[in-house]
């Protein structure tokens, strides 16, 4: 629940917890803080998030989402090995796409616009069955758990 929210003397309500798991989702995934020295002038964690979608995310998100990218850079000779994760690259990138979308949505001023938690859990459920599907999680130390 935003500030003005709890100002206005609203009731508690889940879409409090909703607006706060979207801002984690936002923090997480895009490596800033809602309070970083980037966010002036009416930015917002939110609102960047929701200029970049779909096109622009991976120039937002945590750059360490993204070691393909590193280890393609580092070595031509590692370009045959990048090129055949590409596709796993870019089932990585929708599943980026789609999690952001949550964030936006979970953290949307209105309470009243916001997912219902159970809506929530069951897209978070086919995102990561979509990456355990695609092995785009491979290699990788995060460990998704089922």
Same mark, same amino acid.
């Given at each position: 629940?935003?500030? *003005?929210?709890?100002?206005?003397?609203?009731?508690?309500? =889940?879409?409090?917890?909703?607006?706060?798991?979207?801002?984690?989702?936002?923090?997480?995934?895009?490596? &800033?803080?809602?309070?970083?020295?980037?966010?002036?002038?009416?930015?917002?964690?939110?609102?960047? *998030?929701?200029?970049?979608?779909?096109?622009?995310?991976?120039?937002?998100?945590? =750059?360490?989402?993204? =070691?393909?990218?590193?280890?393609? &850079? *580092?070595?031509?000779?590692?370009?045959?090995? #990048?090129? #055949?994760?590409?596709?796993?690259?870019? &089932?990585?990138?929708?599943?980026?796409?789609?999690?952001?979308?949550?964030?936006?949505?979970?953290?949307?001023?209105?309470?009243?616009?916001?997912?219902?938690? &159970?809506?929530?859990?069951?897209?978070? #459920?086919?995102?990561?069955?979509?990456?355990?599907?695609?092995?785009? #999680?491979?290699?990788?130390?995060?460990?998704?758990?089922?």
């Amino acid at each position: 629940m935003t500030f *003005a929210e709890y100002g206005m003397g609203n009731e508690v309500s =889940p879409y409090g917890d909703v607006y706060s798991f979207g801002i984690l989702l936002l923090e997480m995934f895009i490596g &800033k803080r809602p309070t970083d020295n980037t966010f002036t002038n009416g930015l917002t964690l939110h609102n960047l *998030a929701e200029m970049a979608l779909p096109e622009q995310v991976e120039n937002i998100c945590n =750059p360490t989402l993204f =070691p393909e990218r590193e280890m393609g &850079k *580092a070595s031509s000779s590692i370009r045959t090995t #990048h090129n #055949h994760s590409s596709s796993s690259t870019h &089932k990585t990138q929708e599943c980026l796409v789609s999690i952001l979308k949550i964030g936006v949505v979970c953290s949307h001023d209105l309470a009243t616009n916001r997912m219902d938690i &159970k809506d929530v859990v069951n897209q978070l #459920h086919a995102i990561k069955n979509t990456m355990l599907r695609s092995g785009a #999680h491979r290699g990788r130390s995060t460990r998704i758990v089922g």
